[in-house]
């Protein structure tokens, strides 16, 4: 029997009733239709991280596009090393902390942040600086370190990654907010959109021993999908990523990227990091199942300079 | 009655100094400050001296404390501060409760030969070989091994079950904590050791302390000359036995009104339970002792000297055979040394100055130290070792080599942890992914804090691992991100002395902040 399981079972009648009702919206699986925004991407440039957002997200139609009133949001950064905010190994906390902002008065009922770190959880979760922003916006800060936040899915039609663990409160969630930091990495060249994905998952030993670039295209055809991409491009990792080892790893881009096309987020982000679009294997392998467009040029795209 | 208020003292002083030790060893979420762990340590009798014997500043001597109180009140220690000698008076109380029996002590002889021939054995073995059987005996590590490998994981699993529940209600101030055990044959020690104890001190008090324990034999050797003792009053005595009952050393004879000060461990019930006020605590009258000849003396070292042949042939076994091969025909590890923690300096010298306590296990956030059964030997048996398929070595983390008791471990500066090496990542490459199944990986570069394993080009658009050993500083973050099995590609071998590693070099990128959108 697993943890969850017996904890499952042996919570008392009044406490299983009352999570049932907690319950409730479990099955009501995210299933709006995405945006009716203007553009399908919005690039920002030369401002502070959330001075940058404010100005994105008003070009996209404001956050209540995206976020209606009484859902419950996740949104998930990248947290998943144990460095101060400086060296551009995670999301920027001001970033996150305005991007809750914007989901609380766009009327979301609660707003979660987690991710499955590679290093100590306690630790990334502290020092990324993350944790005291979202706390300080209201949201709920979640741990994601136990197997037992975790329930399996499937992915229909994935070629390597059919099986995976998902953290709960991705299926317990209405709206999906990806809020990646664009980043050097060592193996797939880059990590941004589609790769924060892997912090959602629990077994990531599974992606890197079973083709990873497959796995990662793979994971984007699960139906819970992000109804916007966040890209955090103020401070950015273009090499010895994804940890880095320090500051001379890193470059001020001042920039951020909005979209609900991921895999055409990760494109911009690639151009961004001055590497070819085709180099990035999952970008291409992800466009051709049909996952989103890496073609920027057939996009309408919003350019704005701070 | 009129000094039961010694008593009082001793059971409340006693029940915080327990519950601080409790806490300390179940303190998953390292909550507790490591000064205060050190402040607690400093007045542990074995650790305190093996710093001392280490470092040799009054700083670490808190012994001297101990010795000098025993010199004044006999074997306070053992009533007071011993953790091991508080749980067994606490269990000794549930021993009364559930059978009368259990707590009328009486009179009984002593287990002089056994005491001293256990005494003299530890003596031996640890100013010959090393802390072989300390590690065993000293009772603060036996009772914070107890901690370690069954209170911490019941804790943890309460934890877990309020998490559980708390998470339901949409609240996660409460965290899963994963329990990872250890290998099986871990426990067999401290349960042994549990059993023996607890059984001991559940029906026969303090038998433990004054049959096996050398600690308390030791100092009970030290409070024959003791200033403060436990006294009778001849004259107000009516010999009614209450007291010799009530003694949970069975060490008082009040037919001759007399108590064996080597084994009377300053409880004071006898003073609390005497309605004729014919006990009290105060300065001893020394009185002429007829000098007897003691046979047993002789036995003692005959004793002693069996056991140090004995334990001669166990002690230096070490054992250094490989892991078990598994079925998969992939490259196995060649592990020549295991990996001791940060701040150990070396392997050997670890090894010598380490009792397996297992606090450092503990304290771990990352749970990385586990207690090893057969990477150091015998000699080291149940010491830390760097399990990096169980966990990793996180970065900056100095937290083990902050709270050791007996500086087994050096205290590190943050900066100077960073670059020590304590063993070196391995890369194999017929065992990685990469190679073997052409696709993209990196898993161990992705996770190496200092680079010191880089992804270099392989076929095609492919990256391979690349190890540049004099920057390694032997994390184990590689090994266990590596997802190759059973073997892994990257694993890291220990040093046998622990060096400094080399400064990673790190150049400004050429990469310039953009001024327009490049697409």
């Not at chain 2, 000293?138 to 370690?148: K, Q």
């Not at chain 2, 008090?205 to 003792?229: A, D, E, H, Q, W």
């Amino acid at each position: 029997m697993k943890r969850r399981d017996f904890f499952k079972t042996s919570i008392g009648g009044g406490i299983a009733a009352g999570a049932a009702l907690k319950m409730g919206g479990f099955d009501k699986l995210w299933s709006s239709a995405p945006s009716a925004a203007k553009y399908d991407m919005v690039a920002v440039m030369g401002g502070n991280p959330d001075a940058m957002f404010d100005l994105g997200i008003q070009e996209l139609g404001g956050m209540g596009t995206f976020v209606q009133k009484g859902q419950k949001v996740l949104i998930k950064p990248n947290i998943g090393w144990d460095v101060i905010p400086d060296l551009g190994a995670n999301t920027n906390p001001f970033l996150v902390k305005r991007i809750i902002e914007h989901c609380f008065k766009a009327g979301a009922k609660e707003v979660y942040v987690f991710d499955h770190t590679c290093d100590n959880w306690v630790n990334c979760y502290s020092n990324s600086g993350i944790e005291k922003a979202a706390k300080s916006a209201g949201a709920k800060v979640v741990p994601a370190n136990s197997e037992s936040y975790y329930q399996q899915i499937e992915i229909p039609g994935g070629i390597k990654l059919q099986k995976a663990k998902v953290h709960q409160l991705l299926l317990e969630t209405d709206v999906f907010i990806n809020v990646p930091v664009l980043k050097d990495h060592n193996s797939t060249r880059m990590t941004c959109c589609l790769k924060n994905t892997m912090g959602i998952v629990w077994d990531r030993g599974y992606w890197h021993s079973n083709n990873l670039n497959q796995c990662i295209a793979d994971y984007a055809l699960y139906e819970k999908k992000p109804a916007l991409n966040v890209i955090d491009c103020y401070t950015v990792m273009v090499k010895h990523g994804p940890q880095g080892v320090s500051k001379e790893d890193v470059v001020s881009m001042k920039s951020q990227i909005l979209t609900t096309d991921w895999v055409a987020g990760d494109a911009a982000a690639a151009k961004m990091l001055g590497v070819a679009v085709e180099k990035i294997e999952y970008i291409p392998i992800a466009h051709k199942m049909g996952l989103g467009n890496m073609n920027l040029d057939t996009l309408n795209i919003k350019r704005i300079k701070m | 009655m009129s000094s039961s208020i010694l008593r009082r003292i001793r059971i409340v002083f006693s029940t915080l100094v327990f519950i601080f030790f409790v806490l300390v060893f179940v303190d998953f979420k390292s909550l507790i400050p490591a000064n205060y762990i050190n402040t607690l340590m400093f007045l542990q009798f074995v650790p305190s001296v093996l710093k001392f014997y280490d470092l040799k500043i009054l700083a670490s001597g808190g012994f001297l404390v101990i010795l000098l109180l025993t010199l004044i009140t006999g074997r306070t220690y053992c009533s007071f501060l011993c953790p091991l000698g508080i749980g067994q008076d606490l269990n000794s109380r549930i021993g009364g409760r559930i059978k009368k029996k259990f707590r009328r002590y009486g009179f009984k002889r002593p287990f002089t030969i056994l005491r001293y021939t256990i005494l003299a054995a530890t003596l031996i073995v640890t100013i010959v070989w090393g802390v072989y059987m300390i590690t065993l005996l000293d009772p603060y590590s036996i009772f914070a091994r107890f901690m370690t490998c069954f209170a911490k994981p019941v804790i943890i699993m309460i934890n877990n079950f309020l998490a559980g529940i708390l998470g339901k209600f949409d609240i996660y101030t409460l965290s899963n904590v994963p329990v990872k055990g250890f290998p099986l044959i871990v426990y067999t020690i401290p349960a042994a050791f549990f059993i023996l104890v607890g059984a001991l001190s559940l029906t026969k008090g303090r038998l433990y302390c004054n049959m096996f324990c050398p600690v308390g034999t030791f100092l009970g050797l030290i409070s024959k000359i003791s200033l403060f003792r436990i006294k009778f009053n001849e004259t107000a005595c009516t010999r009614c036995g209450r007291c010799a009952i009530r003694c949970k050393s069975s060490c008082i004879d009040f037919l001759k009104y007399d108590v064996d000060i080597t084994r009377c461990v300053s409880c004071f019930n006898c003073i609390h339970t005497c309605q004729d006020n014919a006990i009290s605590f105060g300065i001893v009258n020394f009185k002429k002792k007829v000098h007897e000849t003691d046979e047993s003396k002789r036995k003692v070292i005959v004793g002693s000297l069996l056991l140090l042949f004995g334990l001669s042939r166990v002690s230096n076994g070490q054992d250094k055979t490989a892991p078990k091969p598994k079925k998969e025909s992939t490259v196995k590890e060649n592990r020549t040394c295991p990996v001791c923690p940060p701040g150990g300096v070396g392997i050997a010298d670890f090894n010598k100055d380490c009792i397996a306590c297992s606090l450092c296990i503990n304290a771990c956030p990352n749970g990385v130290l586990q207690p090893a059964y057969k990477q150091y030997g015998i000699a080291g048996i149940l010491q830390p070792v760097m399990d990096y398929h169980k966990s990793f070595c996180t970065y900056n983390c100095t937290k083990c080599t902050e709270i050791c008791p007996t500086n087994a471990l050096h205290p590190l500066l943050l900066e100077a942890k960073k670059l020590t090496q304590i063993g070196k990542a391995k890369f194999i490459k017929d065992n990685c992914i990469v190679k073997t199944e052409k696709t993209a990986c990196g898993a161990c570069s992705e996770a190496c804090p200092t680079k010191a394993c880089q992804m270099i080009p392989y076929e095609g658009n492919l990256v391979i691992p690349e190890v540049t050993e004099d920057i390694c500083i032997g994390c184990g973050h590689c090994e266990f991100a590596c997802p190759a099995a059973p073997y892994k590609s990257i694993f890291v071998d220990g040093n046998t002395v622990h060096v400094a590693a080399k400064k990673p070099e790190n150049v400004k990128s050429e990469i310039k902040t953009p001024v327009e959108f490049p697409f």
